[in-house]
């Protein structure tokens, strides 16, 4: 690399929802060249037409722009995008500690906002240098001065230098660019040192394998090399290493320390690349690994079925796939009485859970049934065996558990003053301990519960959203497990235990939850020939009952003229309806029954 | 004569006020569009005749809209035109349908001297405010009025239609209604409960009391479930102890005089419609004509034919689900024999799930090759009809 590393920035774009944040990164794209002149001759149209060829779909996760400041000097910029998701915050983490630098979007007529914070101390955690920018200078509510006040006072950061900018009409926005050359570090490495990079991403390719998403610390990676993943102990022989152009990939001789770049190495699933794993030199490698690796785990389960029992296949195959890219993303087979054969699938949590089925359903035309979201509980035998428990049919007899523990999580709220009494009351509904109050500034504070993860998997974040009228930010981190007064709660239909419908609850909150189960299941449950009891239990008592009455009379309307056609297409929506059941003993049970009980606090 | 049989059905879209639960096409209409329908009519009739001569008619029935609600010569037209261009047998059953408040005595008399020999009286109810509830225009009086009139020109044959369910009803105003009605010793009922059904007033008034009924949940308006099955059992009980006998789902009839056209339906056999929406079935072709009015006459005054807009030939699969869930309407039920002269399959041989779970869920009966439907298998119709549609290929 001609210019070195001083050329270089490696920087992320953080801001709350709805700032700017992605007018910004289109904007600085539009702003800059992909290529170095050099580049520029050499490479590029085959490579597109070749990428074009492939029909390859490319996830930009980061992307290389050239700059020329006005100092006539070219630089090398690599923005990295981060998800924004507390479900994926250990990616984040990982994306952010690729970079160097964070540009810091403030809405100029909103100003500072939770998730502002939030981000701020994130990037800060991992010593990044921020570059705050005002944005939407061109709104009429803008205030600049006030939001430039605002950050210097809550946040701590100099605005005097900051741009003030509007990334929708691209004004002052060179002022960004001119702002990442002065603000902003140049990464730090040697190119002497042995291979060491980070792993902040990857995506599977059916032609090329795993493309591995990498910042390089130290020395050099170029194709034929032999690499080692020090967590999975995985080795490999570099195929390809190249930078990310906007929606393509675009292949170099070399990476070398303070580079952002992907790899290729004939690797056939994303298990073995694990996100924030080190690679490093197999014959030479590095001593110690880059810090902050985690094996991440699951920590929400549910069962997912074909609505059509003979798609299973079809369901194992789309699983499999996704799963090539997704190295969180669990399964298993399982059997249930009442949907056949599914899997029980694990997901970093809920939005992740909602992202693999809706891309099950959409991408793979797949029609599911999917039983309650359950966290992992460890259940304690009398006879001094662990059982960590991801399904609540295998529950052992109570007679055989000493005690269970739950996942608890350390909750960070932010808030504005005036919800503080809500968000507190809605923590204590949630079983939530108190730990502390903070107030960051006289309008906003930050609340610290530890909180039970399941109570907060199914709704919490809507909760919150809805008491807060959308101003509380919501951060979490498995804390550990604790002791807790646990039970399963089954449904019984027709005296028939449903096992797809059995979860496990806290005591306290068990008759609330069954009372509104059997609710939910009564609306759902067409009536039949009989009387259906619909019952929610623990261990064997009833605590809730609900009644679908036996269907008495079910005639057509005068029959007219002998126009039977429309007699016949009531009688196929009467059949079509049934097709859609699964049935449990004698009773017909509509898919939707089993999806209705997954929002229960939906009123 | 020819020995095929054709059942004959005459639209009369035109009615003096719509009432609330009606979802039928008809309407309130000038007196130039009637002229013009029944133009079109006699058009079409004439049409259809020319492919018909080999067929012999049966029965006729001229429904609506209100047929006493056409202007008399118009009707007189209709009639003339039918006996003109096809070959109605001697003893041919002819219905025409009347609402009380429209029919004079002397209409009924040259009706009747036309060749109609049965009529279908409209009443509903014979409580004034339930009357007004459904927004019929005529009252009891009219009704007995009407009915003696329609004796003394000479109609022997002479059915009544009730219903159940209208809001606000009770089973000591049906009792009094059903009682009321007998007095008259008409020939035939037709006892219907009231359905809620959607682009009516009624749907808007009631539609979500209706659903809310459907689910089993309590009501504002309508009769309870329970009620309302209270108050179909109470007639149906009444009916048959006034020496009626039930033949199909909802309809009773002395002995003799169930309606010919009707159970014509139920027993496919084929049937001409005409007029907008009427429906024919010949030759296994199930047609539909528009229920656009304006196409109707537009189309039908310049002769330019067919006026249906669906024309739809029935597979074999069809023909068996509706051999099915027709034939088992009516009371007797189906003959597993008939089924096999007219498919060249065995019944069981493509209903036997459906034919064992209804027998053990007692909604159906087997006997001595035939079968039909229990009572509680007729008052759960849809849900045990709908067993007989066959899975889609």
């Known amino acids: ?603 | 004569m020819p020995d095929k049989k054709l059942g004959l059905y005459i639209h009369i879209p035109f009615c003096m006020k719509k009432c609330l639960y009606c979802d039928f096409c008809s309407g309130v209409y000038g007196p130039e569009i009637r002229k013009d329908y029944v133009k079109a009519l006699t058009n079409e009739l004439r049409y259809q005749s020319e492919r018909l001569y080999d067929y012999s008619v049966a029965s006729i029935y001229i429904g609506g809209g209100t047929p006493t609600w056409l202007e008399e010569k118009l009707m007189d037209r209709v009639i003339k035109t039918v006996f003109k261009y096809y070959n109605v047998e001697p003893a041919a059953e002819i219905t025409m349908e009347m609402n009380p408040a429209t029919a004079s005595e002397s209409q009924l008399f040259s009706y009747h001297t036309l060749g109609v020999n049965r009529l279908s009286i409209g009443l509903q109810s014979s409580n004034e405010e339930e009357l007004r509830t459904l927004g019929r225009v005529h009252s009891f009086k009219d009704f007995l009025r009407s009915f003696e009139a329609a004796r003394r020109s000479g109609f022997d044959n002479i059915s009544v239609d009730i219903m159940t369910g209208i809001p606000g009803q009770n089973p000591l105003s049906l009792k009094k209604t059903l009682s009321d009605v007998f007095l008259m010793k008409p020939e035939h009922i037709s006892c219907y409960s009231l359905i809620i059904e959607e682009g009516t007033p009624f749907h808007d008034m009631y539609g979500e009391d209706d659903e809310k009924r459907k689910r089993g949940e309590p009501q504002e308006f309508l009769p309870s479930e329970d009620e309302e099955y209270e108050l179909g059992k109470t007639a149906q009980n009444m009916i048959k102890a006034a020496g009626f006998s039930q033949y199909e789902i909802s309809n009773y009839a002395k002995l003799g005089k169930a309606c010919l056209h009707n159970v014509g339906y139920w027993k496919r056999t084929p049937y001409l419609g005409v007029g907008i929406s009427a429906a024919s079935l010949i030759d296994e072709i199930r047609y539909t004509n528009t229920r656009d009015i304006n196409e109707y006459i537009r189309k039908g005054i310049s002769s330019n034919f067919p006026l249906y807009n669906e024309a739809e030939a029935l597979s074999e699969k069809k023909r068996m689900e509706e051999f099915m869930f027709l034939g088992l309407r009516m009371t007797e039920g189906i003959l597993e024999n008939d089924f096999y002269e007219t498919f060249g399959v065995l019944l069981d041989s493509v209903y036997m799930l459906p034919v064992e779970r209804l027998l053990s869920e007692k909604l159906l009966k087997r006997d001595r090759g035939r079968l039909f439907l229990t009572e509680l298998g007729a008052d759960l119709s849809n849900y045990a009809l709908s067993m007989f549609l066959l899975d889609k290929d």
Do not use: W
């Open chain 1, 1 to 603: 690399m001609e210019n070195g590393l001083s050329h270089i920035r490696n920087f992320c774009i953080i801001a709350h929802i709805d700032h700017g944040k992605s007018t910004l990164a289109d904007r600085l794209i539009e702003m800059t060249g992909v290529l170095t002149e050099r580049e520029m001759s050499e490479q590029v149209l085959d490579n597109m037409d070749l990428e074009r060829e492939r029909g390859i779909t490319i996830k930009s996760q980061a992307v290389r722009l050239i700059y020329r400041s006005d100092s006539g000097e070219e630089y090398i910029f690599n923005l990295i995008d981060t998800p924004g998701h507390v479900d994926f915050n250990y990616e984040v983490s990982r994306a952010l500690a690729a970079c160097d630098g964070a540009i810091l979007v403030v809405d100029a007529a909103q100003g500072v906002e939770a998730q502002t914070l939030a981000n701020v101390y994130l990037a800060l955690d991992h010593d990044l240098e921020i570059l705050p920018v005002i944005n939407k200078i061109d709104l009429p509510s803008a205030d600049q001065a006030e939001c430039a006040k605002e950050i210097e006072d809550v946040i701590g950061l100099d605005c005097e230098e900051a741009p003030r900018i509007s990334a929708k009409t691209g004004l002052n926005c060179h002022d960004v660019l001119e702002s990442i050359v002065k603000a902003l570090p140049a990464p730090k490495g040697d190119m002497n040192a042995p291979f060491k990079a980070l792993i902040f991403d990857s995506l599977y390719d059916s032609y090329r394998g795993v493309i591995v998403f990498f910042r390089v610390f130290d020395g050099v990676v170029k194709p034929g090399d032999r690499i080692r993943m020090m967590a999975t102990g995985a080795v490999f022989n570099v195929v390809e290493t190249g930078y990310f152009g906007p929606g393509q990939f675009i292949p170099c001789d070399e990476l070398s320390a303070g580079m952002v770049g992907y790899l290729t190495a004939s690797i056939k699933d994303v298990h073995e690349t694990r996100v924030g794993d080190t690679i490093t030199s197999d014959e030479k490698p590095c001593e110690a690994a880059l810090p902050g690796y985690k094996a991440v785990h699951p920590m929400v389960y549910c069962g997912m079925y074909p609505a059509d029992g003979a798609k299973y296949p079809d369901l194992r195959d789309a699983l499999e796939k996704l799963q090539l890219n997704d190295a969180a993303l669990q399964f298993e087979p399982e059997t249930s009485q009442a949907l056949g054969f599914g899997f029980r699938c694990g997901f970093l949590g809920l939005l992740h859970l909602e992202i693999i089925q809706e891309r099950l359903e959409r991408e793979y035309d797949l029609d599911l049934v999917t039983t309650a979201p359950s966290v992992v509980y460890r259940v304690y035998r009398t006879d001094g065996e662990m059982i960590e428990l991801t399904n609540p049919s295998n529950l052992p007899d109570p007679s055989e558990i000493d005690h269970m523990e739950e996942p608890v999580v350390d909750a960070e709220i932010m808030v504005t003053k005036d919800y503080v009494g809500d968000i507190m009351k809605l923590c204590q509904e949630r079983r939530g301990e108190y730990v502390s109050l903070e107030y960051v500034e006289q309008t906003r504070a930050i609340l610290k519960y530890v909180l039970p993860l399941n109570e907060i998997i199914y709704d919490f974040f809507d909760a919150l959203k809805s008491r807060s009228r959308g101003y509380a930010s919501f951060d979490y981190e498995l804390k550990g497990y604790v002791k807790s007064a646990l039970c399963k709660l089954d449904i019984l239909i027709n005296k028939e235990r449903v096992d797809a419908l059995s979860f496990i609850v806290f005591e306290g909150t068990a008759y609330d939850r069954g009372r509104k189960m059997c609710e939910k299941l009564k609306e759902n449950i067409p009536r039949h020939l009989f009387e259906i009891p619909i019952q929610a239990a623990v261990g064997g008592r009833v605590i809730a009952r609900e009644t679908v009455k036996a269907m008495r009379k079910d005639v057509l309307a005068k029959c007219y003229g002998g126009d039977i056609s429309r007699k016949r297409k009531l009688l196929e929506k009467q059949k079509e309806g049934k097709k859609r059941m699964r049935m449990i003993g004698e009773v017909e049970i509509p898919q939707e029954a089993f999806m209705s009980v997954l929002k229960l606090d939906e009123e």
